[in-house]
């Protein structure tokens, strides 16, 4: 063990396997951990009092020395899917950045995670993280880098295991395409953060490519495993003829993913994804990875609790920038603002109800034009009404919510969502309250004259839906403050 690598940081903290893997190292008390994140709000206050945060992100030099500085092992966990179509050059220039950084700062080991696969077979997607591996592995004289390499990581909340759940429990009839025997080799998500752990003490001589996974099978071996987790009886056909452009509308519409990640993932299947070397084993012989089966009851296990550490949507990889700025609605000309009393003593029950909206509580009276208005949104190609919730009560900032992402929170006083589905301008909705006053508002800025002629043909709408929902938020809060005395 190299006992002397204590001080830790964590880039990408806010995204599916950083968070999680903070909420396991907070858990030793012999480490120093650090985070960079791009907005602190993300990390709830408890915890940025068990550790430190830097807020900036990887294309701002000086914030990385700062991040970097007295640190001994830095994971990397960035990328930038969600930036836009140049994903792959912002990518590039991020990881020089980091690697360049970590050597000025004396960083002793940088570990980054990316996917399983060869360059010649490749996605695009696959592609820019075999480059970031390369990247960071590119001074092995100056810096060590362990570049561990998953296929498709088996964990609630992660893109592929939400797609296999819903489609294996939407379709008791499958057809299937010809991309679902490609072999792949899952991980189950506990498996992946036990040898991120472990990277951090392990002995292991100069920078190593690790490639991780359980037993190999393909896309209708984890539809079975999905089924027999859940004791369904599945019939899957197959159909040669389904182009995988097809299958990623298909994805799309019956799962909580929007098209971009769905096809994204089904590029990725195309080819195969196995492990080319055995470095895991030799390296970290005493982690065994779950096989499929028991990967998929550890995370079904905590989709049943209803509290899912971190989702494939935390991040702004799921098409939308981060959420900085997002709260400005100073641009907002248009807004229907809404006001309806409470018994003040009801302050926190308030709160909790409209923290309560959405996913399977519903919106309110008017739940079937909200999910018609989601099943637009999925069809223009947007995120659609289907991401639900993380959690059925408490949200965090950087939760999505059905088609709004959470911006900020302030226990029992405000709660403001912007609004993620395809729009002519950008959409936010508000609650504010104030001893005995709710004040709900839809802001808009609508974007050119289809943004006015939008707003205005769904006011009629707004009328109704708006108006039943805030008299809902009291009436629910009556019931929960019933329901504790
Ligand atoms: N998830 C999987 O199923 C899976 C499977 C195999 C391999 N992997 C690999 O694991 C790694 C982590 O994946 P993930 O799924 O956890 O990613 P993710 O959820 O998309 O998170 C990406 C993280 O990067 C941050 N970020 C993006 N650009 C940044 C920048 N310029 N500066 C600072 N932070 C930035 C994001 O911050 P914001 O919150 O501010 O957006 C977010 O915290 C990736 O290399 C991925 O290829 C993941």
């Known amino acids: 063990m190299v006992s002397s690598y204590k001080n830790v940081l964590i880039t990408g903290a806010t995204g599916y396997i950083g968070r999680r ?82 050597i000025e700062c004396g960083v002793r080991r940088i570990v980054y995670l990316g996917g399983l696969g060869t360059r010649e077979t490749a996605s695009e997607h696959l592609l820019s993280r075999i480059e970031t591996g390369e990247i960071l592995s590119t001074a092995p004289d100056k810096i060590q880098t362990l570049w561990f390499r998953a296929g498709v990581i088996i964990g609630a909340g992660s893109a592929s295991f939400e797609i296999i759940h ?86 799309a519409l019956l799962t909580p993913v929007p098209h971009r990640v769905a096809s994204a993932l089904i590029e990725g299947l195309k080819s195969e994804t196995l492990a080319q070397n055995n470095h895991a084993q030799q390296f970290f012989p005493t982690i065994q990875p779950l096989n499929l089966n028991k990967a998929y009851e550890q995370a079904l296990a905590e989709l049943e609790e209803n509290q899912i550490l971190s989702r494939w949507c935390d991040s702004s990889a799921e098409g939308t920038c981060d959420i900085h700025g997002k709260d400005n609605l100073n641009q907002a000309i248009l807004r229907d603002r809404r006001v309806f009393e409470y018994d003040p003593a009801l302050q926190h029950e308030v709160f909790e109800s409209f923290c309560a909206l959405g996913g399977h509580n519903g919106w309110g009276a008017y739940d079937p034009l909200w999910h018609l208005r989601g099943l637009i949104d999925k069809l223009i190609g947007g995120v659609g009404l289907s991401r639900g919730r993380r959690e059925q009560q408490a949200l965090r900032i950087g939760d999505a919510l059905d088609f709004w992402k959470v911006v900020d929170l302030e226990t029992d006083k405000r709660l403001l969502l912007f609004a993620q589905m395809k729009l002519p301008g950008k959409g936010w909705l508000e609650f504010v309250m104030d001893n005995g006053t709710l004040i709900q508002t839809a802001y808009f800025y609508p974007e050119g004259v289809w943004g006015r002629l939008y707003w205005y043909s769904v006011m009629p709408f707004h009328h109704y839906v708006f108006q039943s929902m805030g008299r809902q938020i009291i009436d629910r809060a009556r019931g929960l403050a019933q329901n504790s005395h």
């Open 21 to 102: 893997l903070k909420d396991r190292l907070l858990q030793r008390s012999d480490l120093n951990l650090r985070l960079l994140v791009r907005n602190r709000a993300k990390i709830r206050p408890d915890i940025q009092k068990r550790l430190s945060v830097i807020e900036g992100d990887s294309f701002d030099l000086e914030v990385l020395r700062q991040a970097l500085e007295n640190i001994d092992v830095a994971f990397y966990l960035i990328h930038s899917m969600g930036g836009g179509s140049d994903y792959a050059r912002r990518d590039r220039l991020s990881a020089e950045n980091f690697r360049q950084t970590c």
């Open 166 to 251: 819903h489609l294996t429990q939407k379709l008791p009839i499958m057809l299937t395409p010809k991309w679902v025997t490609t072999k792949t080799q899952p991980v189950a998500v506990n498996d992946v953060l036990a040898y991120l752990e472990q990277a951090i003490d392990a002995e292991i001589p100069g920078s190593q490519k690790i490639d991780i996974g359980s037993e190999a099978t393909d896309f209708l071996g984890l539809m079975n495993a999905a089924a027999q987790s859940m004791g369904l009886k599945r019939h899957l056909i197959r159909v040669p003829l389904l182009s995988p452009k097809l299958s990623s509308y298909w994805l």
